[in-house]
């Protein structure tokens, strides 16, 4: 089953206009699939492939020489060498769309693309489903609840893998493969701490000191750990919003993961039912509802900023997505029912910054769509239409 990804056109809109596209993302989020579904006609050669990596590490004009153009190099940060290489390639051919690389060592990868390439690539970051691909195939629930624990990478719904098995697999090999080669991690016990520990502080503000002190580690190794983990797209950081620019760099951000699927087995869920209780049921539901815009974002290359506001007297908006000057706020609710108290974070911040306010929404856990006190009132699975409106 291949569903199309909503990134394609995108991807198509630029080929032509950059000698070299790259593709990043998390592990097993699809790239390799759609990158040969995209462009069967170029060539796809693997970097994994220990002859191919040989022959490019030992000889990498020739290598370049025998795959000149049209040819997608996957898991190309297994040669760094070869990055040097390709710029004076790309620059002596002036060819667009000449090369194509990808990668699940996103962190080697961009660093790579940084030092050697930078003006000659376009990056895009493809992400697991979002909803409105998933609806395209009729795999949107009626419920929530379900897409906490199956999550949205491509594989569980490709091969019906059990979430608890794909989850165990993926961290096996997202630890053992991925952070093994960037970092030198001497207890991956304690690693696997640290993630849990972030888990259990999803939609919370960041004190990475806190968690630093719970697990055992130096401040300075829990702020590298946690850029190898937004580097890997397993989590990212919501910045506050202040009307001083400066304080939004030093402010608290906030901590999502990419995945709920990833995140609920992190959480020691093994059962769907487990999360119908679940004491961060409400944390879980917001991550989604940010991450499926977060997506989208990325997916449609939209380039919009994203942030929360909180207040000393803890008037809070979830979510406001920059708009030129002003901003759409959202409010993320995981209630089936509609209450008055949810609109008070709007009705707050619209009335001591009305110059600040494009549009306002509300994203609950039910299904109606409807306007109630100049908001909009969103479905759960509706939350895309945001970046519509």
């Known amino acids: 089953m291949f569903i199309q990804r909503n990134i394609e056109a995108a991807i198509k809109s630029l080929i032509n206009k950059y000698p070299i596209i790259s593709l990043t993302g998390p592990r097993q989020s699809g790239k390799t699939t759609l990158l040969k579904n995209m462009f069967p006609d170029y060539r796809y050669i693997t970097l994994e492939d220990a002859d191919m990596r040989d022959f490019a590490t030992e000889d990498p004009r020739g290598f370049l020489a025998q795959f000149s153009k049209y040819v997608i190099i996957d898991e190309a940060q297994r040669v760094p060498q070869l990055f040097n290489y390709l710029q004076g390639k790309v620059d002596a051919d002036q060819i667009m769309g000449q090369y194509i690389l990808s990668g699940s060592q996103n962190f080697l990868l961009l660093e790579q693309i940084s030092q050697s390439l930078a003006g000659r690539v376009a990056i895009f970051r493809l992400l697991p489903f979002d909803f409105s691909e998933l609806a395209s195939h009729q795999l949107v629930q009626k419920d929530y609840i379900p897409h906490f624990y199956t999550g949205f990478y491509p594989s569980i719904f490709d091969r019906n893998i059990n979430p608890t098995t794909y989850y165990n697999n993926y961290l096996d090999s997202y630890v053992e493969r991925d952070i093994r080669t960037i970092i030198n991690v001497k207890d991956l016990s304690v690693f696997r701490i640290f993630l849990k520990l972030c888990a259990g502080r999803v939609g919370q ?80 539901f917001e991550n989604m509802m940010i991450s499926e815009v977060q997506k989208q974002n990325y997916h449609r290359l939209l ?47 619209s009335e001591n910054f009305p110059e600040l306010v494009n549009q306002k929404f509300l994203v609950y856990g039910g299904a109606e769509k409807y306007k109630r006190l100049e908001t909009q009132v969103l479905g759960w699975s509706s939350v895309g239409d945001i970046l519509s409106e």
């Open 303 to 349: 380039h919009l900023n994203l942030y929360f506001f909180r207040d000393s007297n803890q008037n809070e908006i979830d979510l406001m997505i920059q708009q030129s000057t002003q901003f759409d706020l959202v409010e993320i609710k995981s209630s089936m029912t509609i209450n008055s108290d949810f609109f008070k974070g709007i009705k707050n911040f």
């Open 205 to 284: 503000l960041l004190n990475l000191n806190g968690v630093a002190n719970e697990c055992g580690i130096s401040s300075h190794t829990a702020r590298a750990w946690l850029s190898i983990l937004e580097a890997s797209y397993i989590v990212y950081l919501l910045p506050p919003f202040f009307q001083n620019v400066n304080k939004r760099l030093v402010k608290s951000p906030k901590l999502y993961f990419w995945d709920t699927g990833l995140l609920s087995y992190l959480l020691d869920i093994r059962q769907p039912e487990q999360l119908q209780s679940h004491y961060l049921r409400g944390n879980i």
